[in-house]
């Protein structure tokens, strides 16, 4: 569809707490969604895991973003 595009971030401080946000933008049926990586990861698989699992979650498209995280 044509117009404005609604994309809700649903980052939270762990994955279920993501999980929940994305739940919520499944509900309202938003165009797309958004993450940064939470602030405690340690490691690569650890994003891979977060983000992974949000991936898994939605068809939407689905944005990684790259600040936050381990420097």
Avoid: C, N
């Avoid at 809700?8 to 707490?17: A, N, P, R, S």
């Avoid at 958004?34 to 498209?61: E, H, K, N, Q, W």
């Amino acid at each position: 569809t044509k117009g404005p595009k609604i994309i809700l971030g649903v980052q939270g401080k762990d994955t279920d707490e993501a999980l929940a946000y994305a739940r919520l933008a499944e509900e309202l049926q938003v165009d797309g969604m958004i993450s940064m990586p939470p602030g405690d990861v340690s490691s690569a698989a650890d994003l891979d895991r977060y983000f992974g699992a949000l991936v898994a979650f939605t068809r939407r498209p689905f944005i990684m973003q790259t600040s936050g995280g381990p420097p």
